[in-house]
Structure formats: structure tokens, C-alpha cells
């Protein structure tokens, strides 16, 4: 293993962070504290509570996956990319690391940077709502879980875009929506029984529910079968960089 | 001696279905120079990239230090270094911190004395902590030489390193290839400027449409393939060639006092001697005699030419 490699790719990435830090880090506080305000504050004065929370702490859970979703995307999908865009990226390929290594670095520091942003929406959350994290260490079992997944899933889409336009292409119109139909900002039974249905296959959902769940203890599926959820798109993204590295796709000619 | 670079069989037909390297068969040895001289689009850049691993070969194999560059890369690519034919560089990084990066990404640990003293040899050193995109062409060609030696290759790959490069920094590039040479570095060089091969190459690698037409010393390269031209100075003008000398093919000048001869120094017989008797029985008094050299350009001129 070519640890120095993974350490100077991951450090490399984090100090790209640090160098990018107003648009890395602000602009997802900011957006949740917009969030919040429209969201919490206009939605909320009319809801209340959910269930038996409030609507101001329900959207909690939900406001952190979307930013843990969009950004460990982003950042990792930027991340492979830009060398491949700029040709640096051949110091990569010429050098006497494995796929592995790379993956390690680069996922690595994708997944780190989407789980201090998250930590960071956690603590802004905290200024508006009260929260009480019904079981600590799922939740961060899930935040960790999710990182890591979407970050992968981030590099995959690094690797097969050849231009900006596809490398935003993905995250947009999937993504976003997944997300915001994902039950981010409402349980699944507010909706009709066949939109009920429809919400079902929106994998997102599953993520939504469980982190939720590590909140509030209320979930809108249950909890094993969210884990179960994430734990196949992790494996199905494992298995997607697996057949990458294999193949050299799109990487070496 | 073991080759510390062996090519075999080398093929590499791209996805595209262009073929752009045809049985490339080299060895390169310990501490020479080589430079592989050929027209843009010759293949220079695949074969390259095909040993340092960016490239994937279609069919062949190449060995490095006796390690399989497919099946041994990590020990391979370790002794290796590249400086790539692009001005290819980040642009929000540190000087030193990039070739920081590239030393780890070889599996070294982090030495910051001897990044500085890399940064000194390639008067870098004010430089160290600058922006990459704030370097002038100049600088950032020899920040990317910094990150190739960042992990003291063995083997070092330059590719096109003077392209673009005006004549007196080509000159210390020359300078820095020769003293890495001395260090005990094997080079091996692209170019398609005759004369940068003929200046600092041990041998020269002919390669055109993905073929190596020839690699030799470049003095006997000279030799073998090199015409010659023996220029012939007579005491007094002549109006005409003599009938005699007819079967030369002589050139005279305008002015009638010297004679050009062309001759192969391929061929067993010059032709010399019996031009000289000819010369002689014709009357003409010698005044001096001189030989020139072909230079690599006529040489690669006649190549490409045969083959064509
Ligand atoms: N990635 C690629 N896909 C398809 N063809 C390529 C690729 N890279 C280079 N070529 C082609 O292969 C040939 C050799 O290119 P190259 O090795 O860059 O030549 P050189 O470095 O001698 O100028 C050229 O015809 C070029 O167009
Ligand atoms: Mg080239």
C-alpha cells in the first residue's frame, strides 16, 4: 500500500477545501440558514409539528442530507475531474499507485470536507431549533455512511463526465429532486396514499427516514430497512469504481 | 549489459482504431542519453506514455529495471520520471507543494531539504512558495522538471522539453540534461528539432508513422548514413568541367574555382581516389581540399524519404 500516496492526494484535496473555504463551507451554511428561514420560519408558523416534533427540528435531518448529498458529490466529482480537465492527471497514472490508492484519496477527502459541512449545518441548525439526538451513535453511523457513499458515487460521476456540462448534469437532475421529493421537508403520510406509493422508490427516502429516525426516534419506513438501503447503494458504488479500475475506464487509453 | 529499459513487440493501436506504434523493438542503457527524433504525430508521445503507464500497450511488452511495466508497476513506475510535453500544472498550488505532491504520490516521505535544493539547482528557489499560474512558460517547464526528480528517478523521460523555448534557455536545458546524465541518470528525450538530438543525444531513435526506422550512436548514425561532400579548390578558374570528370557529377561554381563532389560514405568505393588521378591527368592544379559533414537533417531528410 502507497500510503504517502493516499496521505498527499487527501492532503492535496483538504488543503484545495481550505483554499476554497468561503464557497466550500459558507455557501452551504448560508443555504441552510435560508432554509430555515423560508422553510422553518414561513412553513413552519402554518405546520407546527410533525408527528410529535416540531416542524422547525423535523426538517433537521433532511436539510443535512441534502447538503451531504449534493456537496459529497460535488466535491468529489470536482475533485477527479479537474485533473483529467487540466491533464494533470497524468502524474496520477504514471505514478506507482493502485486505483485503490487513489479512490482512498480522493473519496477520502470528499467524504471528510461533506462531514465537517455537515457537522457544521448541525451546529447552525442548533441556533434555531432545539435539538435532541435521540440516538447519537446512528446518527453518526448514517452521516459517515452517507459521505462515503456519495462521495464514491461523486467520483464515479468525476470519472465518466468529459465536460462540465455532463459533471453538473447528474447532481441536477437527479439528485436535487431525489432529495427534495425524498421527504426532506415533510413525512411520507403528508402526501395521498398514490403519491405515498411513488415516494416508496425514491431511494433517498430511505436515507431521509433512517437519519430522522436517529433524531426523533420516528421514522417514515424502518430503520433496517434504510440501512439496508444505504449499505446496497455503497456496495452497487464499490462495485461500479471495482469495474472502473478493471477496465481503466476512461482513465488510461 | 542488462538494458535498463526494454521494449519488445511494442504495439499500440488507440480506441479510435489509429495505430500508433508498429512493433517498436529498444533497449536503452544505464546512463545514456537517448533521443527519440521524429515528425509531429510519429508516435514519440505514445511510446512514452506507454512506458511510464499512462498509455496501456495494445500488444508487446517493456520491462524497466528488469520489472514488467504492466504487472510490476509500482516498481517500475517508482524509478521513473516524467516531465510531460504539455505545460500540464495545477494552478492554485505552491511551487514546493506541488513537487511536495508528486514525491509522495512516488511513495517517498516528505523531505523539504531536498525539494529546496531541486528548487536552488532549478533557480526556483524565490519561487518556492508562489502560485502555480502566476509562472512565466520558462518557469512552470522547469517546475514540472522539479516534480519529475521530486522522488530521484533513475530513469527520467523528457518529452519535447525545448519546444516553444527560446534559444538560450534551451541551452540550459541542455546544460541540466547533461549534469543529470553525470549524476547517473538514464534520459530519454523527444524532439523533432535535428539539432537537439544531435547536441546532447549518445544515440539517437528514428520513429516516423509509429516506426523505428533506426537507433545508432549518433557518430556512426553519422557515418553510416551521412553523405559527404568534398569541396575542391582549384589554383586557376576553369570555364568548363573537363570531359574526364564527366562521370561525377561535379558541380562548379560560378566563379570556376572549385568543384563540389558528393559521395556516400555507404558505398565501399568513394570514388576519391579515382576522381583525385582524374583531377590530376586533367591538368587542374589543387589549391586545398575540404570535407563537410552531412548534418542529422540531411540524414532524416534521405530516411523519411527511402521510406516514403
Ligand atoms: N488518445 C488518442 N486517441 C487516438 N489517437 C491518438 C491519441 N493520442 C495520440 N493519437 C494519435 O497517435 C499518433 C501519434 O501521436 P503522438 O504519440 O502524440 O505523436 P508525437 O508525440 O510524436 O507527436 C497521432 O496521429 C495522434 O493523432
Ligand atoms: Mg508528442
Redesign the interface.
Known amino acids: 500500500m502507497n500510503w504517502y500516496a493516499i496521505g498527499v492526494i487527501y492532503k492535496q484535496e483538504m488543503l484545495r477545501t481550505w483554499n476554497t473555504m468561503l464557497q466550500s463551507i459558507a455557501s452551504p451554511v448560508i443555504s441552510t440558514c435560508l432554509y430555515f428561514v423560508v422553510f422553518g420560519a414561513a412553513i413552519g408558523s402554518r405546520i407546527e409539528t410533525v408527528g410529535s416534533v416540531s416542524y422547525g427540528s423535523f426538517i433537521v435531518p433532511g436539510l443535512i442530507m441534502l447538503s451531504l448529498l449534493t456537496q459529497s458529490i460535488s466535491n468529489a466529482s470536482f475533485g477527479i475531474y479537474f485533473p483529467k480537465f487540466t491533464g494533470t492527471i497524468y502524474e496520477i497514472l504514471s505514478a506507482p499507485i493502485s486505483f485503490l490508492e487513489v479512490v482512498l484519496g480522493y473519496v477520502g477527502a470528499a467524504a471528510t470536507k461533506s462531514l465537517i459541512i455537515g457537522a457544521i449545518i448541525l451546529a447552525t441548525a442548533g441556533f434555531f431549533v432545539e435539538l435532541n439526538i435521540a440516538h447519537p451513535f446512528w446518527m453518526l453511523a448514517f452521516l459517515i455512511l452517507t459521505c462515503i457513499t456519495f462521495s464514491l458515487f461523486g467520483f464515479i460521476i468525476g470519472i465518466w463526465a468529459d465536460s462540465f456540462e455532463k459533471l453538473q448534469l447528474i447532481p441536477l437532475l437527479v439528485i436535487t429532486p431525489l432529495v427534495f421529493l425524498g421527504g426532506s421537508f415533510y413525512s411520507v403520510d403528508m402526501l395521498p396514499p398514490f403519491w405515498q406509493k411513488v415516494t416508496l422508490f425514491n431511494p433517498v427516502l430511505y436515507l431521509i427516514s433512517g437519519f430522522r429516525w436517529s433524531f426523533f426516534d420516528v421514522a417514515d419506513v424502518s430503520v433496517g430497512i434504510s440501512l439496508a438501503m444505504i449499505v446496497l447503494f455503497l456496495t452497487l458504488c464499490i462495485a461500479i469504481v471495482w469495474w472502473m479500475f478493471k477496465t481503466g475506464y476512461k482513465l488510461r487509453q | 549489459m542488462q538494458p535498463i529499459v526494454s521494449i519488445k513487440n511494442l504495439s499500440k493501436t488507440?480506441?479510435s482504431g489509429h495505430k500508433a506504434l508498429n512493433n517498436i523493438n529498444l533497449d536503452i542503457f544505464k546512463g545514456e542519453i537517448i533521443a527519440l527524433l521524429g515528425p509531429n504525430g510519429a508516435g514519440k508521445t505514445t511510446l512514452i506514455?506507454t512506458i511510464?503507464?499512462?498509455?496501456?500497450p495494445s500488444s508487446g511488452s517493456i520491462t524497466v529495471d528488469g520489472y514488467d511495466t504492466v504487472k510490476q508497476?509500482?516498481?517500475?513506475?517508482?524509478i521513473?520520471g516524467?516531465v510531460?510535453q504539455?505545460l500540464?500544472?495545477?494552478?492554485?498550488?505552491a511551487v514546493a507543494?506541488t513537487i511536495?505532491?508528486?514525491?509522495?504520490?512516488?511513495?517517498?516521505?516528505a523531505d523539504p531539504a531536498y525539494i529546496d535544493k531541486l528548487l536552488t539547482d532549478l533557480s526556483l528557489l524565490d519561487k518556492r512558495d508562489s502560485m502555480l499560474m502566476t509562472l512565466s512558460g520558462g518557469m512552470k517547464r522547469r517546475v514540472l522538471i522539479g516534480?519529475a526528480l521530486a522522488h530521484r528517478p533513475t530513469v527520467l523521460f523528457l518529452d519535447e522539453p525545448t519546444a516553444g523555448v527560446d534559444v538560450e534557455l534551451r541551452k540550459d536545458m541542455w546544460n541540466l540534461v547533461r549534469e543529470l546524465r553525470d549524476s547517473g541518470v538514464t534520459i530519454i528525450l523527444t524532439t523533432h528539432y535535428i539539432e537537439e538530438a544531435e547536441s546532447i543525444a549518445d544515440r539517437v531513435g528514428v520513429i516516423n508513422n509509429g516506426e523505428l526506422l533506426l537507433v545508432e550512436d549518433k557518430s556512426t548514425l553519422m557515418n553510416k548514413l551521412g553523405s559527404k561532400q568534398l569541396t575542391i579548390e582549384l589554383r586557376e578558374s576553369i570555364s568548363g568541367i573537363p570531359e574526364t570528370l564527366t562521370k561525377y557529377e561535379l558541380e562548379l561554381s560560378e566563379d570556376g574555382t572549385t568543384l563540389l563532389y558528393h559521395y556516400d560514405t555507404r558505398q565501399s568505393r568513394t570514388g576519391i581516389t579515382s576522381l583525385m588521378k582524374d583531377i590530376n591527368a586533367a591538368g587542374l592544379v589543387l589549391k586545398d581540399l575540404h570535407t563537410k559533414q552531412s548534418s542529422l537533417e540531411d540524414i532524416f531528410v534521405n530516411l523519411l524519404q527511402a521510406e516514403s
Do not use: M, W
Open positions: 488507440y480506441q506514455s511510464c503507464g499512462i498509455v496501456t508497476y509500482r516498481q517500475t513506475r517508482a521513473i516524467l510531460p504539455e500540464t500544472l495545477g494552478a492554485f498550488d507543494n511536495a505532491f508528486s514525491r509522495g504520490l512516488h511513495g517517498k516521505p516534480k
